[in-house]
């Protein structure tokens, strides 16, 4: 395979004319690295050598990691399935910035639904409300390159995707669906797998798990994607239904389910999300104190592997935060905990068909330093709906894929 250097040996080696300097190509690299990607885009006209450097996996790898290194961004959706498309990122500097969906995302008759992000590629769930069709679509918001994935072999016309996200071990991307419903007897229901790198879908069989139902939102990390999971049990004797909770995780290259028990069981909590803390699963949970007046939030952290007591999973409690019950858990960014605040517009604004609208604030909290930064969201008149942790990248949506 050809390395990033190679590209630019031919022309280093040529001798200086005149006074004129050169870079040496590792240092002409490293500053590559560190520009956007919008950047890079129009300097692949520089000349051949920088064109053909930019599309070479070695590089678009370490632009990746530098790009989630040293400039991790937040990716959000405002508003609900049916609702126009807003996109925004969050950098490190507060600055929220607008993202322009391109098409035929930008089209009313759309509902989209983000499936997932991984390595700066986002995967979305598409349903054209006119012709009622669905189907995947694959989106590199930084270089605009987008998708459209072929529709499952059975469920080519009601299905959802479930899943999506990059599994390392194979050096692939892959987007998991199922039947229409997930949240009812979910993993009854043919699922199929699709692979970015083969440009194919496959059928996957499943044990019997006796209805088990899984939230249509997943976190993926380390080539598996996890979701939580509810099973409804019918006790006889007095006609009472029990509700029992889980973690439900999909390992990607082995294509098998297992069931996770919760860190915790508590009646009091408000909600809860999975999302990823230093690279492991993690559970936020938004839980109401005994005065019902406060709220706290608790952070579990999942271990993997071979424990004393012989259990496989183990969940640790890293933090536990008091904060107000006005605030609403969204998730994990970096190392802090993002909530946001929905309320009313100013007294002082005339009454009109556009000043209803919730005025957003979006706050993060810093689990080192326990330090509130808050920010004012544009007034759309839709709430934030999902959050993702983003990087930029050049990653391409072709059939390979460079390894990390």
Not at 136 to 143: E, F, I, Q, R, Y
Request: with cysteine; glycine share 4%; net charge negative.
């Amino acid at each position: 395979m050809l390395m990033a250097n190679d590209f630019l040996s031919q022309s280093s080696a040529k001798e200086q004319i005149g006074d004129n300097p050169f870079l040496p190509e590792d240092i002409i690299i490293t500053i590559l690295k560190r520009l956007p990607v919008k950047s890079l885009i129009r300097f692949r006209c520089v000349c051949k050598d920088w064109k053909d450097l930019l599309k070479t996996p070695s590089f678009i790898t370490e632009h990746l990691h530098h790009s989630v290194d040293e400039n991790p961004l937040l990716f959000l959706q405002w508003g609900h399935k049916l609702d126009p498309l807003h996109f925004h990122i969050l950098n490190h500097k507060g600055q929220l910035l607008e993202v322009q969906p391109p098409l035929p995302l930008m089209d009313s008759s759309f509902s989209i639904h983000i499936v997932g992000c991984s390595n700066g590629l986002l995967c979305l769930h598409c349903n054209d409300l006119e012709t009622s069709l669905r189907f995947p679509l694959v989106w590199n918001p930084a270089t605009r390159e987008i998708r459209q994935v072929p529709s499952p072999i059975k469920n080519n016309i009601q299905f959802l995707a479930l899943g999506f996200g990059f599994s390392p071990v194979d050096n692939d991307y892959k987007i998991l669906v199922s039947q229409e419903r997930a949240d009812i007897d979910s993993l009854s229901n043919p699922l199929e797998v699709y692979s970015l790198r083969t440009g194919s879908w496959k059928e996957i069989k499943v044990e019997d798990f006796g209805g088990l139902g899984i939230s249509d939102f997943s976190v993926t990390v380390n080539g598996a994607m996890f979701w939580f999971g509810h099973k409804v049990t019918n006790i006889a004797e007095n006609d009472l239904f029990v509700y029992h909770e889980m973690v439900v995780s999909f390992d990607m290259v082995m294509e098998v389910f297992t069931l996770i028990p919760l860190p915790c069981d508590d009646d009091n909590s408000r909600k809860s999300f999975l999302s990823v803390y230093e690279n492991k699963l993690a559970m936020l949970c938004d839980t109401e104190n005994e005065n019902y007046e406060s709220y706290r939030t608790d952070l579990w952290v999942m271990e993997e592997g071979a424990l004393s007591s012989g259990e496989r999973w183990s969940w640790t409690k890293k933090y536990s935060i008091s904060t107000s019950s006005s605030i609403y858990l969204l998730g994990i960014w970096l190392d802090k905990i993002v909530y946001c605040s929905i309320g009313l517009p100013p007294y002082d604004e005339p009454e009109s068909e556009t000043n209803h609208r919730t005025i957003d604030v979006l706050y993060t909290l810093n689990l080192s330093t326990h330090e509130w930064v808050h920010f004012n969201c544009p007034q759309g008149g839709y709430p934030i709906s999902i959050i993702f942790n983003y990087a930029e990248s050049l990653m391409p949506i072709a059939n390979i894929h460079p390894r990390s």
